[in-house]
C-alpha cells in the first residue's frame, strides 16, 4: 500500500518558480525508480523527469535545464524544482514511483493524486 502525496503547486507569473514535493509512504528498503508527469485535460500524460535509484537523472527535451528532479532517501520525498516556467508548463502535475521507471507511464506502478500548476 504504497501512498504518494504531491504538494507545492500553484499559480505563478511567466518566468517563475515553484518546486514540487512528493512524500512517499508505504515501500520498503528496496530501490525504486521515481519520477514526475504532467497532464493536461484532455490530453496523455507526459513524462518530465525521472531519477533513479543510483541518482541517475533523465529530462523530457522541453524542460530540461529549466527543472531539476531530486530526492530525499531519508524523508522519502521527491521534488522538482521548476525554473523559468512557462504558459505552457500549466498541467496537473503528477509524482510515480515503479520498478523500471523512464519517461514512459508503463514504467510506474504507483502514483499521487496530482498537485495544479498554472502559469500565466
Known amino acids: 500500500h504504497v501512498q504518494l502525496v504531491e504538494s507545492g503547486g500553484g499559480s505563478v507569473e511567466a518566468g517563475g518558480s515553484l518546486r514540487l514535493s512528493c512524500v512517499v509512504s508505504?515501500?520498503?528498503?528496496?530501490?525504486?525508480?521515481m519520477g514526475w508527469f504532467r497532464q493536461v485535460a484532455g490530453k496523455e500524460r507526459e513524462g518530465i523527469a525521472n531519477?533513479?535509484?543510483?541518482?541517475?537523472?533523465k529530462y523530457a527535451d522541453d524542460v530540461q535545464g529549466r527543472f531539476t528532479i531530486s530526492k530525499d532517501n531519508a524523508k522519502k520525498t521527491l521534488y522538482l524544482q521548476m525554473n523559468s516556467l512557462k504558459p505552457e508548463d500549466s498541467a496537473m502535475y503528477y509524482c510515480?514511483?515503479?520498478?523500471?521507471?523512464?519517461?514512459?507511464?508503463?514504467?510506474?506502478?504507483?502514483w499521487g493524486r496530482g498537485t495544479q500548476v498554472t502559469v500565466s
Open positions: 508505504g515501500f520498503g528498503s528496496s530501490s525504486r525508480c
Open positions: 510515480a514511483v515503479g520498478t523500471w521507471g523512464g519517461l514512459g507511464t508503463v514504467g510506474y506502478d504507483y
Open positions: 531519477i533513479n535509484s543510483d541518482g541517475t537523472t
